[in-house]
DNA sequence: ACGATCCGTTAGATCGATATAACAACGACC
DNA sequence: GGTCGTTGTTATATCGATCTAACGGATCGT
């Protein structure tokens, strides 16, 4: 014999299927009565719920498509405890997928996704992903979607750091520190993140510090491995600039792993900076200047703005930047100090 | 208007609805004829797949549910992603949850998993779940079961590395090198890889060091900052030992972090070791001796056993364990070097 | 005493696909 | 020529829940 479904708890509870469906909702129309006389059917059966039937009727399915780039990235590990944290409160269940920065993983994820009627998508776009791509997917299902770290264009709903802000306190510090020749190492050359944070470097340093946007070692996947080559690729360049700022984290401690290969010492022979913030940027030797990006706010936000929008599809798109914060650390002040005294 | 069906696609296509849905599925049995022009009317009305459906009608929902207890650690991205590739070809597509080693949230998500009808399920066990909670949920459903890197007991489909055999070939390590005292720090306090560790760090010591097993420091996370404070309970015990060996490579991480803290150097004024060897462990300072255990191949080897347990459900449990390897870095070696010297 | 209102409960239709068994058309075979 | 098997296609039941509209009975107001 099969598995119980609710049709054999209603009948050993002596009611129909439709109060038996009421009492698993936990509705209050129901007498405390009959709801205690379905549990017990229930228990008695060994009933399990099942989801699936659920989802094809209702008009929900209480299921939240998550897709970032990385999934070892610890930046994106936070950033994922923090939406799965607000969106299960919801009674919502979050499916998680990784791209490895490919558009076209990207896409198989959205149709994946879609196909099994998320009412939402956290997306942090694929460096190369077109809205065509994205909207083939979602426009004619209305999913409702939010774009997190990345956006395509205005018309997106998006979270993140306020990139700009974050390459400029930055590249102000820098600038006082007594840099002269500054090179951004790694990240995916194309995302606006990458922009962003470039301009704002530019605008921090000045027109009298010289600045390399690291075009070359711009590289699609972002994780540790790539920071090692990238910063090798920077020393057989043959001029190794004052400061080198890592695009992330990850990245930049694959950067601190070359630079030691070299017989070199960050923050002593180059000073080193970078971004996010993630808790192993103090724990590593020396300790890494970066600017802090939230990943934690940026998830939860996330994750109530598309709760919002599933609330109410015909909202406007809305942005939402988040200041960033300098963690001064070794890597720069310890250099800052050599080079003055 | 509501989503296009498989209906209108075949009234599109002057079909049956039999034949669109076999078309979808690349049957064999359609003629290539007829299978072009329904995938004309697909395209022409935009038609997306509902999975919802299908879960709900086929015996297979082409799902498979992993849980783990913290998804930040890389050790376990590097298993997830193995297990990803590995079922992706197989046209399965992978729910992640993370239960905090928390066997109650784990109870949570083995029921949501189980209420989707998840093919089957990758589980690392919290380390206080019991074969109840898991039976509970697997059982009435005979949901096939593979458990990675710990297990309940001798009944569980078991992949791992071999955890007694990475303690002994760090203990000798340890004994050769000169080491009086050695302490274990952190871990799960009550997994089965945390006790086959300490048996084999036992027995490759020997009897002439003395060895703390460190429950005292065994904590429920397993998280670099779980690794700072058992460190820092460590200290304050008095007695440093001559050795400390971090349960994991992200405990490690945080140890290092309070080490330095105290004013100390890792592997000049205390050797450190560990396991996993994640890529970080190379990019410490200094380079981190740890004992490989492998999260790739235990994740494929993990996700092909599995296979083999949905193909066929009756056989008998299986154990695949993996030999570990230990990969010598500074944080023992230069303290060796220091204590003969 | 009568109709109006409310409340807990229910029968039956429904979501959109897949499984099953049967179908017509056609050629092969003895 | 009748039987058989093959091939491509289809009618219909089905998966297990939720939705809709309506139900009977109790309570209320007048």
Redesign the pocket.
């Known amino acids: 014999m ?2 119980v ?3 054999d708890v ?1 009948a050993r509870a ?6 038996a ?2 009492v ?2 936990g509705s ?4 405390p ?3 205690e006389r379905v549990r017990a059917a229930m228990v008695e059966l060994g ?1 399990v ?2 989801r ?3 989802m ?4 929900r399915s209480m299921t939240i498509g998550v897709i970032v780039p990385e999934i070892r990235n610890p930046y994106l590990g936070e950033m994922i405890m923090a939406i799965e944290a607000t969106l299960h409160g919801e009674g919502l269940t979050v499916l998680v997928g990784h791209s490895h920065d490919q558009s076209e993983r990207e896409s198989q994820l959205l149709s994946t996704m879609v196909e099994r009627h998320v009412d939402g998508l956290l997306l942090q776009p694929a460096q190369d992903l077109t809205r065509e791509q994205v909207d083939r997917y979602t426009k004619s299902t209305e999913t409702p979607l939010v774009m997190m770290m990345r956006y395509i264009d205005e018309q997106d709903n998006y979270v993140g750091p306020d990139n700009e802000a974050a390459g400029l306190i930055l590249g102000e510090h820098l600038r006082t520190l007594g840099a002269r020749s500054v090179t951004l190492v790694g990240g995916p050359r194309k995302s606006s993140a990458r922009q962003g944070r470039i301009a704002g470097l530019r605008a921090g340093l000045g027109t009298a510090v010289e600045f390399d946007s690291g075009e070359a070692t711009a590289l699609p996947t972002n994780y540790t491995d790539t920071g090692e080559r990238a910063m090798a690729h920077v020393f057989d360049q043959g001029k190794v600039p004052d400061v080198v700022v890592g695009y992330s984290d990850v990245v930049t401690m694959g950067m601190y792993a070359e630079i030691y290969r070299r017989g070199l010492t960050p923050g002593r022979d180059v000073a080193v900076a970078s971004f996010d913030d993630v808790p192993m940027a103090s724990w590593l030797a020396p300790p890494l200047t970066s600017v802090a990006t939230w990943p934690n706010r940026v998830g939860k936000a996330a994750a109530e703005l598309l709760l919002a929008r599933i609330a109410d599809g015909a909202a406007p798109p809305e942005r939402i930047e988040f200041e960033p914060a300098l963690r001064l650390r070794a890597s720069t002040l310890s250099w800052g100090r050599r080079s003055r005294g």
Chains 1, 2 share one sequence.
């Open positions: 099969g598995r479904t609710l049709n209603s002596g009611v129909s299927r439709a109060t469906s009421l698993v909702r209050e129309r129901i007498s009565a009959t709801t009933y719920y099942d699936r039937a659920a094809l009727r209702a008009s």
